[in-house]
């Protein structure tokens, strides 16, 4: 290859920059069982934590004897909250201004919860150890539902007894956490009044849980030499989990070392902080030893995070032609027994504000209110950013239910109601300013492509067919058109636990030309280490497959607020983007100088500084990289590195059109889709490979959610799916094809246009999959019915409608 | 806890150890003998994130003690390695189709489309999908991965039509 008779295409082309299909670098050690997982992490004189736990929902904790249990041979220690009392680590505090019992002081909240911590030379003998604790319970009345919640006088929360302010403001019931107001009260109920048509539904987002293949874990090794405390876990957030511990242990931060490594997929659950690690922790200084902790999948379902659990009664008003005038929405968030959200400080429901969804409503009005229940804490967000699911969820439900209302066509109802191309900016009736969109052009197309007229009349024709008794099948249309707001967030409005939420990445050129890059976000299936190289690729001209890249360990990388809420490339690739940026300047001197002009005399092209009007005169990047190491130039200091922390203006906003074809049994309550077309917009594209493979991945998640996932309690607060046998995850056989499409909106303010996209298809699925079966449904008179949507459920929605004889 | 002599032949060599009647097969590969490929997703048999080959045969390695197969010729996805250190044809079609994310199935997956592959040389994307029921992927989704192992099985076949 001759770098003078390439033409800019081949050069940029062997670059694998923004937009090739590159394949992962990540696979060569994956394929070969060579990942680095938090249980593969074996250190000398490793011992082994497992937890007793409560198998009641509420109760009194009257005693816990350990002798037993001590007396196993192999057992080290067995830590119970007064243990951790004296350290003040018995209660820790949570992400969402609450706090959260590390092990049970006094009594329990939900079933699962951690009573107590055996320490063990190996996991068996910690497991043998856990059921020889011996714990004295004395029940109490169980509360699994957020209504009878806040008329009980069951007291569930008797350590915030008489606090009538709580973090989110005053609080109305000894049961209830906050109340949470956006928008216009006055007005929207000014319109409701008025309007020719008003649809009102309970519409609910039922529990589930994010369930990544590896379960949560860490290992906390303090060397009591140097002090120092390493800290390897599943978080996605390491550098938060770092000042957390940092805080709640008195540990100071230099002293603490938190490191990720590979993840074996998070979706939201690995991002809060959990008993686990607090008590792996002070087992470790405690005995001097590394101690691991890695909870198993019925641990994992029952304790840390969960997802939705949102009871959201809405009110769209419209004109007899169609035309939204106002949303209402009233939501009855169960958070279970502590706060535990994984929520940005400032908004205690997420981004549920966002419910105003794709539509032009000019008014509009959201209330929720956040209580205490028997269930397990965390209320993460499920491959989500922040309730966006909840949100798009609810607005996409309301808007079939007022098609039903109308008479209307639900597509044609979208049609007439989308923010137009040119109202961007756009500002929403409940205070976002959405950055871009072009939601009539995506519309369109997606129902060009799956040939929706036609798809209608089949569905006319199959309506006849069904009532003349030729078949017991139906065909349902499901149709979504979603907004997110990803990429949290601006700093000025955006923070977890006063840690605003910027994200970073530092860019280190070596002498020879191949570089190490570093950022505060971490990967957990998402591909960063070839995603984010191909930003550097084509912003400083250095092949990718030269570029290195590392998160997760915080003694190296800078400091980030980590990977979760789609916010990596809004916020972390922003911030590649612009350390890129900033070694640019220093490259344009090198190579002046090099080239002996001025530094306006030369400019930038694809992977070299060239003589404006001279282009055979020019410096490649690797030949600037090498000066700066060995020349001495006049006013320049030797290297060639940036660092950048990025504080995004505003978050981005991705949107998309999916549209699900679904065959329902009436008889038997099976469905089957046959058809799934998912059209994207998520902005300038990085890696059109690794996006179609979130989409997958996210689209399936949708699936498992809408047709039958969930976290299901019996009265008597037992969790009912605390298996992989009872909770739904769909296997290869039940999975469908999906047909994958984009339109390009870049956002205006990201300095490459890119918006996220790993969140939309499960913000998008949901409802995409949940109205093809009310769609189905709809001319039999169906008009809501709560997911998940399994074959019992769909079997009595039929039933419920006098289908079966 | 007494502890028994087991003897078991590991991606083509010969290992042994001691281990308790007890032991399941997952943590004597993973914390005895290191080998640490084959993972643990579920411990119930529903996820295939342990799955490894056994005498010729899918087996879930999180519900199987040590004890039950000693003397048994097992394959993990560390053993579908080429010898000279590249990537075995499902390893490289895994990777080529992007039909992994997270990378936490993956030697489950790919153990099992391994013996699927010995089983049916020629499958459809419904044996294939049949075929890989028992493995749980949260991310990808499947159709990557479908492909991904109707690739190999055409791969394989030109490498066996030219070795003819
Ligand atoms: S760990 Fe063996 S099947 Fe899940
Ligand atoms: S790649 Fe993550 S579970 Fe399959």
């Known amino acids: 290859m001759n770098d003078q008779t390439m033409t800019p295409e081949e050069r940029a082309a062997n670059l694998k920059g923004m937009g090739c299909a590159r394949k992962r670098v990540e696979d060569v050690r994956f394929t070969q069982g060579k990942g680095n997982y938090v249980d593969d992490i074996k250190l000398d004189g490793m011992l082994f934590g497992a937890f007793v736990r409560s198998p009641y929902a509420h109760a009194r904790v009257v005693s816990v004897n350990k002798d037993a249990a001590l007396a196993v041979p192999g057992v080290v220690a067995v830590l119970t909250a007064e243990d951790l009392a004296p350290l003040g680590l018995h209660w820790m505090p949570t992400l969402a201004g609450d706090k959260q019992m590390v092990l049970a002081d006094g009594k329990v909240l939900f079933q699962g919860q951690e009573v107590a911590y055996v320490v063990a030379e190996n996991r068996y003998i910690a497991a043998d150890a856990a059921e020889l604790v011996d714990v004295e319970y004395e029940e109490l009345p169980v509360l699994t539902d957020p209504f009878e919640a806040l008329k009980s006088d069951v007291v569930l929360r008797e350590d915030l007894a008489g606090q009538t302010e709580g973090a989110h403001g005053p609080r109305k019931h000894h049961n209830h956490i906050f109340t949470w107001e956006q928008g216009d009260k006055d007005a929207t109920e000014a319109v409701l009044g008025e309007a020719d048509v008003v649809a009102e539904e309970m519409v609910y987002y039922h529990r589930t849980h994010p369930c990544p293949l590896e379960t949560c ?291 280190r050129i070596h002498p020879t030309g191949s570089a190490i890059a570093r950022l505060g976000t971490i990967s957990q299936g998402q591909g960063h280490a070839t995603t984010f190289a191909q930003i ?218 890119a918006k996220g996209v790993g969140e939309s298809p499960n913000v998008g699925g949901v409802p995409a999959f949940s109205n093809a079966v009310h769609d189905a449904f709809r001319p039999f008179g169906l008009v809501q019915s709560h997911m998940p949507h399994d074959h019992w459920r769909i079997w009595k929605i039929a039933n419920g409608l006098g289908m079966h004889g | 806890m007494s502890k028994m002599h087991v003897k078991l032949t590991v991606n083509g060599k010969q290992v042994e150890g001691l281990a308790e009647p007890r032991t399941l097969l997952i943590h004597f590969l993973r914390e005895d003998l290191k080998i640490t490929g084959p993972h643990i997703g579920c411990e119930t048999s529903h996820c295939g994130a342990c799955t490894v080959d056994i005498d010729g045969k899918s087996v879930k390695s999180c519900t199987t003690f040590v004890a039950q197969v000693n003397e048994a010729d097992i394959t993990t996805v560390e053993g579908l390695t080429n010898d000279d250190g590249s990537l075995g044809v499902l390893q490289e079609m895994f990777r080529e189709h992007h039909g992994l994310q997270c990378g936490f199935c993956t030697p489950g997956m790919i153990t099992r489309a391994h013996r699927l592959l010995q089983e049916n040389p020629n499958p459809t994307e419904e044996d294939i999908r049949f075929g890989m029921a028992g493995n749980l992927c949260r991310c990808t989704g499947y159709q990557n991965i479908v492909k991904a192992i109707s690739a190999s099985a055409d791969m394989l076949k030109a490498q066996k039509e030219a070795a003819e």
């Open chain 1, 217 to 507: 874990g860490c290992v906390a090794s303090m060397d009591k030499v140097t002090g120092k405390l390493t800290l390897y876990g599943t978080f996605q957030a390491p550098h938060a989990i770092r000042t957390v511990v940092s805080l709640i242990s008195g540990l100071a931060e230099h002293n603490i070392r938190v490191i990720s490594p590979d993840i074996g997929g998070g979706f939201g659950n690995k991002v809060g902080a959990y008993a686990g690690y607090v008590c792996s922790v002070v087992a470790s200084i405690v005995t001097g030893q590394p101690v691991k902790w890695v909870e198993n999948r019925m641990e994992n379902l029952m304790s840390t995070a969960f997802a939705r659990d949102y009871w959201m009664r809405g009110k769209i008003a419209a004109t007899k032609a169609g035309k939204i005038t106002g949303l209402w929405c009233h939501t009855t968030a169960d958070h279970g027994g502590f706060d535990a959200c994984a929520d940005p400080t400032k908004f205690p429901a997420g981004f549920m504000n966002i419910c105003t969804g794709s539509y032009d409503i000019p008014v509009a009005y959201l209330a929720v209110d956040g209580v205490y229940t028997n269930k397990a804490p965390g209320g993460v967000a499920y491959r989500c950013s922040f309730r966006v699911t909840e949100a798009a969820y609810f607005i996409e439900r309301m808007i079939e239910v007022l098609a039903i209302k109308l008479n209307m066509d639900a597509a044609e109802l979208r049609r007439i109601n989308f923010i137009k191309a040119e109202q961007f900016p756009y500002q929403s009736a409940l205070g976002w300013e959405y950055d871009s969109g072009d939601y009539h052009t995506a519309w369109d197309k997606a129902l060009k492509a799956v040939d929706y007229e036609g798809l209608r009349a089949e569905q006319a024709q199959r309506i006849e067919d069904f009532k003349a008794g030729k078949t017991r099948k139906l065909l349902g249309i499901g149709l979504t058109h979603f907004t997110e707001i990803v990429g949290a967030g601006p700093v000025k409005n955006c923070d977890i636990l006063g840690l605003g939420m910027f994200d970073s990445c530092e860019i």
């Open chain 1, 536 to 753: 550097i690729a084509s912003e400083i001209g250095l092949p990718a497959d030269d570029i290195t890249l590392e998160e997760g360990d915080t003694d190296t990388a800078p400091y980030g607020l980590g990977t979760y809420g789609s916010r990596s490339t809004p916020v972390a690739g922003a911030a590649t983007a612009m350390a890129a940026r900033k070694i640019r300047p220093k490259a344009q001197m090198i190579a002046a100088y090099l080239l002996e002009v001025h530094d306006n005399d030369v400019e930038w092209d694809v992977d070299r500084f060239a003589v404006k009007g001279a282009p055979e005169r020019f410096k490649t990047m690797k030949e600037i990289a090498f000066a700066a190491y060995n020349q001495a130039i006049p006013g320049l200091e030797p290297g060639l590195e940036a660092v950048s922390y990025y504080d995004p203006p505003n978050m981005t906003y991705p949107f998309g059109a999916y549209i699900c074809v679904m065959e329902i049994d009436v008889d038997t309550g099976e469905w089957e889709v046959r058809q799934f077309y998912a059209l994207d917009d998520c902005g300038t594209r990085i890696n059109p490979m690794i996006i179609e493979g979130q989409v997958h991945g996210g689209v399936t998640e949708a699936l498992a959610i809408a047709m039958g996932q969930e976290i299901a309690y019996d009265e008597m607060g037992n969790v009912k799916t605390g298996t992989l046998m009872d909770f739904f995850i769909p296997t290869a056989w039940e999975t469908p094809n999906y047909t994958t499409d984009h339109t390009v909106t870049p956002s205006p303010h990201h300095p490459i246009g």
